[in-house]
């Protein structure tokens, strides 16, 4: 894409709302896990990964947080998409994303919703096979990476 700000802001636009969705209970912690991401994305998957020994105490402990692959997972599906398409297309699918999803500050002049057409059935159509393709090669069990796929094309495929 050729618009870095844009894209960055897309990201964790859209994967704030998936983890909204399917992982409220991180939401406090989302802004310093994108900040961490942001700065090492690498080292940021990784560490989501469970260890040998659990430090903690019963079953929850082990559980892995989504929003790193959130995260991962929508920067991956916008650059294929910016593959793909070009990056004039990708960069207008992360400024509607923005739109779409982005908070205003408090006491910021103007709309409180900006309206875009919603996306068309080819448009979802190719993000619901890119988002499964790069969900697939995700350091996550199966069923959980396609949950987090289904989550970001059904957040996209219900937005007016």
């Known amino acids: 894409m050729s618009d870095p700000t844009v894209?960055?802001?897309?990201?964790?636009?859209?994967?704030?709302?998936?983890?909204?969705?399917?992982?409220?209970?991180?939401?406090?912690?989302?802004?310093?896990?994108?900040?961490?991401?942001?700065?090492?994305?690498?080292g940021t998957l990784a560490a989501?990964?469970?260890r040998d020994e659990v430090l903690g105490f019963g079953a929850e402990a082990a559980v892995v947080l989504v929003t790193p692959f959130a995260?991962?997972?929508?920067?991956r599906i916008l650059g294929r998409l910016s593959e793909k398409l070009g990056d004039s297309a990708g960069d207008s699918l992360a400024s509607r994303i923005t739109a779409w999803f982005m908070r205003r500050p408090t006491g910021a002049a103007?709309?409180?919703?900006v309206h875009t057409d919603p996306l068309s059935p080819e448009q979802l159509r190719l993000i619901a096979e890119t988002a499964r393709i790069e969900a697939a090669s995700l350091a996550l069990p199966a069923d959980q990476a396609e949950r987090l796929a289904d989550a970001i094309v059904s957040t996209l495929a219900t937005r007016t």
């Open 71 to 75: 995260l991962d997972l929508v920067r």
């Open 110 to 113: 103007g709309p409180t919703e």
């Open 7 to 42: 894209r960055d802001a897309a990201v964790e636009a859209l994967a704030r709302q998936v983890v909204a969705d399917i992982s409220p209970a991180e939401l406090p912690l989302f802004a310093a896990t994108a900040a961490r991401y942001r700065a090492d994305p690498a």
């Open 48 to 50: 989501t990964h469970p």
